[in-house]
């Protein structure tokens, strides 16, 4: 099985995502709650959709869906899943990651502050803030984890992970997988860090960015989000599942297993937990930096 | 080389003669710029050639002590070279549309003799051989310099920075004169340096020399005074290739002082990342946004240092490929910064000649009315922020490839300091971009605006397709950099920078698969919304549909969570007159965010030096043939000891 089916599975898997968590939050609301493939259905309904612009916008306002969901398929080409190797798999490819990452925010961000809206650039300010400190906690997480396994590239970091890697070196990668839960759920927006549901509330950061695109716009935005999810999602399974030990088809399994039960995870969380106030989210995200410095320490030794 | 000497000559003459042409403004004006942009194209040509390896020498006799009047390029130079004849021909056309486009006011030719002569001036710096010579071209750029920046000398605050600017770099001369002093006791001639102390002496020398030029933190507080106060295109060849004069200089005496010890690479490693976070915090809390890139320039050359580091740390422990990747990371940054500071800055020059003003909060909604200025700005921006594919994210990412491979507590906390400054950045530029060029304008001040004419139009529209050219060449640029790398590192260095040039290839294609699927992914949603009705209305604002300028979020109200996050680092002083009463009339509010470093040591530590040289004054009585006994008595004493 080649790095594509990955890379396929990213692509029509990952709007699945965020049908999976809402389903579990309504499983914990005792609601039924919208299908599994609710976010499906509404991208094919925006993409069918016309636009509004408004008045104050520019062209950067049109081109950042654009240039986000361009820069999160290159991501998606950069993550290994199941076990083997991405389709563009290079020594160093983790910090073209985020620098892919850092794209998508750049654009988002000035297209919200295209609008001239007061709320849009309180997201933006937001989204830059935790951006900010969510980086280093990221690119150390995964620097412990290029020192503990010798790879250079995140499928040689993921891709070799097997049973003899975690008891080699538990406590670390359990630190980082922590660590990047913790980015994971930040870098999505979703509780403990924002609240996805509410996005008039003056708490958010992701929605309200994005508060003034629709039709088309929002579809590639939403697409973008979930593919974001998906590829972040799946570096932590890759860490937390030691998939080398399995067969290829059952890796692969067991991987999109790993994802959805990431998701489920990712509900169970929304549901029990209350969002932090927007003055704890640094701590929380700097926690999450230690741990990440902590796994790099022991790496040391 | 002979092309070298001409342009040398040529700018000098052409700096003069500006200078002499008192008459007709318009003549200076001519003059001054196209000697400097004639010189800089000539110049191009040797540089290009002295890349590849060689060395092309040049040697008169001085009849100056201890001085020899020899030039030379090798690889080192010509990389220095390249970079500062392109931006600085570049600001030359720019400055004839900057200073000729404001008639009435006084002759261009005395900036334009002042600029001639620091571009000459940074020339012979990079090509001088001898230490006299050395010194004395860093004499006359660090002057040149300091007349451009006060050009407008009529406003107190450009006097200010005119005076610390001043004070600063010659600080950094009387370091690099005991520098050069303690290295060359026998012969002032750079290929007969014995050094005569310890080489960990003349290291914390040449850092203090040299960085105070480069602006690493404490030793940059001249920078954020000086960049704003210049015309901009003076700003940018000073933020964009003369702070690098230090970097050069620093580079130069690596290469005299033989293998370093771990401390050295330790030590600019922790300089980078205190001076980096430092800089880019106060780049965040700053509402000028001249003021804003000079923290940033702050910011980059602390990337630069770190990249040094890890090489220097890597040539210690006996990784050479870490070493040769901390160095290309390091000198690819070089021209990274050197072309999109120098367009970033020539941007915000097209921003002040438009609005008038360089307050941040004032302004808004420019991209719709400067769009050539917005777009490349925004080129630029991403640059710097090190975005890919812009030149910035791959000359970071060698620095942290090369970090990521030594697993070691150096390259750790180079590798924090990169992952948070990286963000930071970022924040820095989008807040910088959307609150000039996006949104609304905040101010009355700012309608009317429009792009600059066709001289300071090109210079922009040239260097923002640079900065993308030049990221997508590095997998062909990094392997050639190998004769500047070896100069460097004493060790072969092709083999490595090729390996090296792999990774930097398939970022390339990432950046073009990329850059493929925008296009594709417009056209999609082009074809989607063709037939559809698109309509326009204002702004979402949650039901409230008369949202007016005002109630945007303005730079400072972008910048407020992180900079209350690192208050105790900020200060960031507010004042503010609250509402009052039923019906409060007038209320205002401002921040400043003065620099800690400036405010909490180095004004307090000249108050008391001041203070302490107090009773000199009492020798500064006015009587002149007190001072005329007090000359002929030394004279006396000194001829006694000399005799005795």
């Known amino acids: 099985m080649s790095g594509y089916a990955g890379l396929f599975a990213a692509l029509v898997l990952a709007p699945l995502l965020p049908g999976v968590i809402n389903r579990t939050k309504s499983f914990f609301a005792g609601r039924r709650g919208p299908p599994l493939l609710q976010p499906y259905f509404d991208l094919a309904k925006l993409l069918r959709k016309g636009a509004v612009y408004s008045t104050t916008t520019t062209w950067l306002f049109r081109a950042g869906p654009v240039v986000g969901l361009a820069a999160m398929i290159v991501a998606s080409a950069l993550a290994p899943f199941g076990g083997v190797s991405a389709p563009l798999a290079f020594a160093g490819d983790f910090l ?11 654009v988002t961000m000035l297209a919200a502050l295209d609008t001239g809206s007061s709320f849009e650039g309180m997201g933006a300010s937001r989204e830059a803030q935790f951006a900010a400190l969510a980086e280093p906690a990221f690119l150390l997480g995964l620097t412990a984890v290029a020192w503990k396994t010798g790879g250079l590239s995140l499928s040689g970091m993921l891709g070799t992970n097997s049973f003899a890697t975690w008891s080699g070196a538990t406590a670390p990668l359990a630190l980082v997988c922590v660590s990047l839960l913790v980015v994971f759920l930040a870098e999505n927006a979703r509780i403990p860090v924002d609240d996805p549901n509410t996005h008039l509330e003056l708490t958010m950061f992701h929605e309200v960015m994005v508060l003034d695109h629709g039709g088309p716009d929002l579809a590639l935005i939403q697409y973008a989000a979930a593919l974001k999810m998906w590829v972040l999602g799946s570096l932590v399974v890759g860490i937390a599942l030691p998939v080398r030990s399995l067969a290829h088809g059952w ?51 | ?15 003069t003669a500006a200078l002499l042409c008192r008459r007709s403004p318009r003549a200076a004006n001519l003059i001054g710029a196209g000697g400097a942009a004639a010189a800089c194209a000539l110049g191009l040509i040797p540089a290009v050639v ?242 804003l890139l000079a923290y940033s320039s702050v910011e980059n050359t602390s990337i630069i240092a770190l990249g040094l580091g890890v090489g220097l740390v890597g040539l210690h422990t006996g990784t050479p490929g870490v070493a040769i990747l901390g160095f290309a990371g390091a000198l690819l940054h070089v021209w990274t910064h050197a072309l999109g500071k120098g367009l970033l800055f020539l941007g915000a020059g097209a921003v002040l000649h438009a609005t008038g003003t360089r307050e941040m909060d004032r302004l808004g909604g420019l991209s719709r009315s400067m769009p050539l200025t917005s777009a490349t700005f925004l080129v630029g921006a991403a640059a710097v922020a090190g975005l890919p594919p812009l030149s910035g994210f791959f000359s970071e990412f060698l620095i942290l490839y090369g970090a990521v491979q030594h697993a070691g507590l150096h390259s750790l906390a180079a590798m924090v300091a990169l992952a948070l400054m990286s963000g930071l950045a970022a924040a820095v530029f989008v807040r910088a971009f959307g609150s000039v060029f996006l949104g609304a304008a905040r101010d009355g001040t700012v309608r009317g ?151 909490r040591v180095w004004r307090p530590l000249f108050a008391h030096v001041s203070g302490a040289l107090h009773a000199m004054h009492r020798l500064q009585h006015g009587r002149l043939h007190l001072y005329v006994i007090s000359i002929a008595l030394t004279l006396v004493v000194l001829l006694l000891w000399r005799l005795s």
């Not at chain 2, 040398?8 to 700096?15: H, N, P, Y």
């Not at chain 2, 003799?113 to 660090?142: D, K, Q």
């Not at chain 2, 037939?531 to 204002?538: H, K």
Request: aromatic letters at 10%; a positive charge; charged letters at 10%.
């Open chain 2, 449 to 599: 605006a429009h792009d600059p004419g066709a001289a300071m139009r090109a210079p922009l529209a040239i260097l923002a397709p640079a900065l993308l050219v030049l990221g997508l060449a590095t997998p062909v640029l990094v392997p050639a950099l190998a004769p500047v790398v070896e100069q460097l590192v004493s060790l072969p260095a092709q083999r490595d920078l090729d390996a090296a040039s792999a990774p930097l290839a398939v970022v390339v294609l990432g950046s073009v698969v990329l850059m493929a699927l925008v296009a594709l992914i417009a056209g999609g949603r082009r074809l989607l919304l063709a037939g559809r009705t698109v309509g326009s209305a204002v702004t979402w604002d949650c039901g409230y549909a008369h949202p007016t300028a005002r109630m945007q979020y303005t730079a400072s109200s972008f910048a407020q969570p992180l900079t209350a996050l690192f208050g105790p680092v900020l200060r960031t002083r507010e004042t503010a007159d609250a509402p009052r009463g039923l019906f409060p009339d007038a209320v205002s509010f401002a921040t400043r965010t003065p620099d800690a470093v400036r405010e």
């Open chain 1, 251 to 301: 890796a692969f399994a067991a991987s999109v297993a790993g994802m959805l039960v990431l998701c489920v995870i990712v509900g169970v969380v929304e549901s029990c937990l209350a969002r932090l106030r927007l003055t704890r989210v640094p701590q929380l995200l700097l926690g999450a930096g230690v741990l990440s410095l902590l796994a790099l320490f022991i790496g040391l030794k």
């Open chain 2, 1 to 15: 080389m002979t092309l070298l000497l001409v342009a040398l000559g040529l700018l000098v003459a052409s700096g």
């Open chain 2, 50 to 291: 002295g890349l590849g390896g060689g060395e092309a020498k040049f040697d008169l006799a001085w009849p100056v002590p201890g001085g020899s009047l020899s030039l030379a390029i090798d690889p080192l130079t010509a990389f220095f070279l390249l970079p500062l004849f392109a931006l600085c021909g570049l600001a030359a056309v720019y400055g004839a549309g900057y200073l000729g486009g404001r008639p009435g006011r006084r002759s261009p030719g005395a900036p334009w003799f002042f600029f001639n002569w620091l571009v000459a001036g940074m020339v012979v710096v990079v090509t001088a051989r001898n230490a006299v010579l050395f010194l004395l071209a860093w004499e006359v750029m660090s002057l040149a310099s300091y007349f451009l920046v006060t050009h407008e000398d009529e406003r107190p605050e450009v006097r200010e920075a005119g005076w610390t600017y001043l004070v600063a770099t010659h600080f950094g001369n009387a370091c690099l004169i005991a520098l050069f002093a303690l290295l060359g006791p026998r012969s002032l001639d750079f290929a007969d340096f014995a050094p005569a102390a310890p080489a960990g002496l003349l290291f914390v020398l040449a850092l203090i020399g040299f960085g105070t030029k480069a602006g690493f933190v404490p030793l940059h507080v001249w920078l954020p005074e000086a960049h704003p106060a210049a015309p901009s295109h003076v700003s940018a060849v000073m933020s964009g290739v003369m702070i690098k004069m230090g970097i050069y200089g620093l580079l130069r005496t690596l290469t005299w002082l033989g293998p370093p010890p771990l401390w050295w690479g330790g030590l600019l490693i922790g300089i980078g990342a205190a001076s980096g976070l430092f800089a880019v915090l106060f780049a965040l809390a700053q509402g000028d946004l001249k003021r």
């Open chain 1, 96 to 106: 073209f990651f985020a620098g892919l990452l850092g794209v998508t925010r750049f």
